[in-house]
């Protein structure tokens, strides 16, 4: 299975801050169809996951545009821009190129 | 609006079998593929197996010969079942639309005690 390694395990940020988490995959995630099937998703406290960002950089329907992804092959991050109270919770990456889907451990983000 | 919402029983004997329903409602299940991920206490996610909308599935290997995931599609509703469960297999459980997921149910807690 793919391993997707994530840090920080936890960051403590201030409101109005910047705050970045690495996602490494053990194998590339370039699909045989040239797409890259990496996610992100913020579970708040109290809430079920939801979807951030696909294919490394497309941000959900919805999503702020304080929320980035980018990255290729094996290294992608997120990267969160003046950081609201409304942001805290577990971020994960995901991964769909490769059977099985796999996710990382979550990024903890507090408020500092 | 898309929405998703699992039912089924919160506490499992060991040994025994693990049933959940996800019923979605604003959107078919005979379009899009459509699957079941759960959290383990600690925050590890898992992606257990998902069925399309003509109805193949795809299961992690971990659960293969545990898992089955069936649907119904004039209720709009699939299924999860899960044979031969132990305590490892608490957690919450979430049913989800899509490859990556864009609409998850709230999720239900299930626990395997004796």
């Known amino acids: 299975d793919v391993v997707m390694t994530q840090t920080p395990v936890s960051l403590s940020v201030s409101l109005g801050g910047q705050v970045s988490i690495s996602c490494r995959s053990s194998?590339?995630?370039?699909?045989?169809?040239?797409?890259?099937?990496l996610s992100w998703y913020l579970q708040k406290p109290g809430q079920s996951p939801q979807l951030l960002i696909y294919?490394?950089?497309n941000r959900f329907s919805g999503i702020s545009d304080r929320f980035s992804g980018s990255g290729s092959g094996t290294d992608f991050t997120l990267k969160i821009s003046r950081v609201e109270p409304d942001d805290l919770g577990v971020y994960y990456c995901?991964?769909?190129?490769?059977?099985?889907?796999?996710f990382g451990a979550g990024t903890k983000l507090e408020l500092k | 609006e898309v929405q998703l919402q699992e039912s089924g029983p919160g506490l499992v004997k060991p040994s025994q079998s693990l049933s959940l329903t996800c019923s979605v409602t604003?959107?078919?299940?005979?379009?899009?593929?459509w699957g079941w991920i759960r959290k383990f206490p600690g925050n590890k996610m898992e992606w257990m197996g998902y069925?399309?909308?003509?109805?193949?599935?795809s299961y992690n290997p971990s659960l293969k010969s545990r898992i089955s995931i069936t649907r119904d599609t004039s209720k709009n509703q699939f299924f999860l079942q899960l044979n031969s469960v132990t305590t490892e297999d608490t957690a919450t459980y979430y049913c989800?639309?899509?490859?990556?997921?864009?609409?998850w149910g709230q999720g239900v807690m299930v626990t395997v005690s004796s």
């Open positions: 989800a639309k899509g490859r990556d997921p864009d609409y």
């Open positions: 194998q590339s995630l370039v699909h045989n169809n040239g797409n890259t099937y």
């Open positions: 069925i399309s909308y003509s109805g193949s599935t």
């Open positions: 995901g991964q769909g190129t490769q059977y099985p889907d796999t």
């Open positions: 604003g959107y078919s299940i005979t379009s899009n593929y």
């Open positions: 294919k490394v950089s």
